[in-house]
């Protein structure tokens, strides 16, 4: 079973549309949790931590559902600039920072 | 805005080179990470490294890579013998505290 799963894509969306990407984890000791983006050829960048609260940064809110080790990145507004890849991403408890990857969601936002 | 450093940003190596790749974190960081990436794949984590040693590996980073700190400044990573498989994209990171990590632009290795 796959530690970190995404839906690969590609979701191609208009501009201004409303998408949201979701993300499964297997392991129930990770406890930090976040969203990357990463652009083709480039490197992760880092997008939002994802509290257990949830989370919003701007036209981005992040969900965590510890008991369904379940996390979301809602995306409002889409912009072209948002097209990349979504990178789901955790951290185990007692581990020395070694972040876990999905392999990502494509998004491609068209005019 | 402070960032992570990688260079070269491609290197080119013949199978059975040894290559080092290198890396200058976020200065006031005080974890260093190396993961790779195979083209079309996700990203693999390597080592990480803490206190002038490595505190957590993974298995792919097997007897022929190594990390050093050489100074106060770099962080690099070297492979002894490159094979084909080794061909990725190779990216440093760097955190404050072991949670967000913050990525160098990564060096493209090809093995040929």
């Known amino acids: 079973r796959k530690e970190v799963e995404q839906d690969p894509g590609p979701f191609n969306v208009p501009e201004g549309a409303t998408v949201a990407f979701n993300c499964t984890y297997s392991?129930?000791?990770?406890?930090?949790f976040f969203w990357y983006r990463q652009d083709c050829r480039k490197e992760p960048k880092l997008l939002m931590s994802?509290?257990?609260s949830g989370n919003e940064d701007g036209r981005f809110t992040a969900q965590l559902n510890r008991a369904s080790q379940y996390i979301s990145l809602l995306i409002r507004d889409s912009k072209l600039s948002d097209s990349a890849t979504y990178l789901c991403v955790v951290n185990i408890r007692g581990s020395q920072g070694n972040l876990i990857f999905g392999k990502g969601t494509k998004l491609s936002v068209k005019p | 805005e402070p960032e992570v450093t990688q260079t070269p940003s491609h290197q080119v190596t013949q199978m059975g080179q040894e290559v080092i790749l290198r890396c200058v974190p976020i200065?006031?960081?005080?974890?260093f990470y190396w993961y790779r990436q195979i083209l079309g794949q996700k990203v693999e984590f390597l080592v990480s490294?803490?206190?002038?040693?490595?505190?957590?590996k993974s298995e792919i980073f097997d007897d022929q890579f190594s990390v050093e700190r050489p100074d106060g400044s770099n962080f690099t990573l070297k492979i002894r013998s490159t094979k084909l498989e080794d061909s990725a994209m190779y990216f440093c990171?760097?955190?404050?505290?072991?949670?967000?990590?913050?990525f160098g632009q990564g060096t493209r290795l090809t093995v040929v």
């Open positions: 490294f803490y206190n002038n040693e490595i505190s957590e």
């Open positions: 200065s006031n960081h005080l974890y």
């Open positions: 392991n129930s000791a990770s406890q930090s």
């Open positions: 990171a760097s955190s404050f505290i072991s949670r967000e990590a913050f």
């Open positions: 994802v509290y257990s």
